[in-house]
């Protein structure tokens, strides 16, 4: 699952460390911090640059396989027998989290030492699960910290390199994540949300760089939270904020509301750096834009999850890109081949361009040809730029459409930019007939943060979009016969999230749910929106 947290403190290590100690919050110490990060974010850059991606995946996969061969997992799988990819793709099937959980972790959870990783997790990261619709419990290895440290360092540095003027240590980076409390398990081990283990690890020397303080990230009233979030940081100097596109939206009205002031330009002049993450951002691009109010400020993509960082925004070619070197093994598998045991696994060495691929990975955290449950399309091979399309469950073919999320997208920021409307969040799901002999529909639920002019406008020209881009579609919507036009209800200001808030899931790493292959969410959405008119 993708996840939004994002962490700094990879400065540390980077040649910054003695510059910050003791003096961390000295004018001059953030200039010579600023410069120094600079030198490494330039040396990061020309690293990936030169770096051979088939033999760095295939030394990070050899080097997962000898850390782990005397594991339960490794022993099953032959580990020490592997000697190259495909000796591991051989022996090793794809699993998803179910089949980790009940084969190996289950039974020893919280003490998970010797099962799929020599050592035992420090930390566990707890997903939504929205792809089997249960809470999972990700292991977070020390290794895999590490590896957290290495990609955050490069988002930063990617950026950097780019943008040297940018000055964002002079102020403080705003960490807009869930709740850092962290629950106890019987062995010692900590678990919660991921943007908490991240603020739990965050060095002492880079603490004096960040907001907000640990008392005010430890709380766990998603309400009470935003608004102490924008009542601290409206006068502070924030340089640069990271979070999940929808919930930054909510921050910046509420900082909007407390100021008097129409743009985030306005209220923090310093501010130059937005990170998102955690859902595709095209749909809320032009209003961040407006939101923001100035062209100075840079919006950086990044694709971290539970299981592992997975790629972050180059901005020199504004697309995302994998890191290959920080102890993953990335394969993928074409969408439509899933489910096959004989699917073919490509590597970064042999994707071939605008397939729909299904997200493996192989990590340090213990997991191998694991299925994250995300869909990604390579745009280059040499320099592995991606596009995340969607999840591997969330799809629309109930009546044999085959929509997936990136179409729906397509279409919902085509009818909004017809129509003059801006849409803040969506959610679609099927209606059956209670007549099997008469046609169903897709239901939109929209909040807008400008309604269309012409509801009945929106609906035609989403329509026709989806027919232009997916054939099956098209054919579906023919004359009525199987499928009719899609009705939109628009969702009052906040409602989606008073919809999370009854369901137990506001706030956080927490997103809405945009697609419901089988209706219920799309009906218990119905009778929720239907009980406050």
């Not at 110490?29 to 991606?53: E, G, Q, S």
């Not at 990700?138 to 390199?161: C, E, H, Q, W």
């Not at 990604?376 to 459409?401: H, N």
Request: aromatic share 10%; proline share 6%; glycine share 8%.
């Amino acid at each position: 699952m993708r996840s939004a947290c994002v962490s700094w403190e990879g400065f540390c290590g980077m040649g910054v460390t003695s510059l910050l100690a003791g003096v961390a919050d000295h004018r001059l110490t953030r200039r010579v911090a600023d410069r120094a990060v600079n030198l490494a974010a330039r040396k990061r850059m020309l690293t990936l640059d030169h770096l051979d991606l088939a033999a760095t995946q295939e030394r990070t996969l050899m080097s997962l396989i000898q850390r782990a061969k005397q594991t339960r997992f490794g022993i099953d799988h032959d580990f020490r027998r592997i000697r190259s990819i495909r000796d591991y793709q051989r022996r090793v099937p794809v699993r998803d989290y179910e089949a980790f959980w009940t084969g190996y972790w289950r039974d020893s959870y919280p003490t998970l030492a010797g099962t799929t990783w020599p050592e035992d997790a420090p930390y566990y990261a707890l997903s939504s699960g929205t792809t089997s619709g249960t809470t999972k419990y990700i292991p977070v290895t020390r290794d895999m910290l590490n590896s957290n440290r290495k990609a955050a360092f490069t988002t930063f540095g990617l950026y950097r390199a780019c943008f040297p003027q940018d000055e964002t240590l002079t102020g403080l980076l705003f960490f807009f994540g869930g709740s850092t409390a962290l629950n106890r398990l019987p062995n010692g081990s900590l678990s919660g949300d991921l943007s908490g283990i991240a603020s739990r690890e965050v060095s002492p020397i880079v603490r004096p760089y960040t907001f907000p303080p640990l008392e005010i990230s430890l709380l766990t009233n998603w309400e009470e939270k935003i608004e102490r979030l924008a009542d601290l940081s409206a006068n502070l100097p924030i340089t640069a904020i990271s979070g999940i596109p929808a919930w930054l939206i909510v921050l910046f009205d509420r900082l909007k509301q407390r100021t008097g002031k129409a743009t985030l330009a306005e209220i923090w002049p310093t501010l130059r750096l937005v990170v998102h993450g955690g859902t595709k951002f095209d749909p809320y691009r032009e209003l961040f834009e407006r939101e923001i109010g100035s062209d100075q400020v840079k919006m950086i993509e990044t694709y971290p999850c539970s299981e592992g960082f997975i790629a972050t925004e180059d901005p020199r070619h504004q697309r995302l890109r994998i890191i290959p070197d920080h102890g993953i093994f990335f394969e993928f598998i074409p969408f439509e081949e899933l489910g096959n045991p004989d699917a073919p696994r490509h590597t970064l060495a042999n994707v071939d361009l605008n397939v729909n691929y299904a997200v493996v990975l192989t990590t340090c955290a213990g997991v191998f040809s694991y299925l994250v449950g995300d869909t990604v399309r390579f745009e280059r091979r040499d320099i592995p730029l991606i596009q995340f399309t969607g999840r591997t469950k969330y799809f629309l073919s109930a009546f044999g459409e085959h929509l997936i999320s990136e179409e729906v997208e397509k279409a919902v920021a085509e009818a909004s930019a017809a129509t003059g409307a801006t849409s803040i969040d969506w959610h679609v799901g099927p209606i059956f007939p209670n007549d099997p002999s008469k046609p169903g529909y897709h239901r939109y639920f929209i909040e807008f943060k400008t309604p269309p002019k012409d509801l009945r406008q929106f609906a035609e020209v989403l329509d026709t979009t989806l027919s232009r881009i997916n054939e099956d579609y098209q054919a579906h919507r023919v004359g009525d016969l199987t499928m009719l036009l899609p009705e939109i209800r628009i969702v009052p200001p906040g409602g989606f999230l008073e919809w999370m808030k009854s369901v137990g899931k506001l706030g956080g790493q927490h997103k809405l749910p945009r697609m419901d292959n089988s209706g219920k969410l799309t009906l218990q959405m119905t009778e929720f929106f239907a009980t406050r008119n």
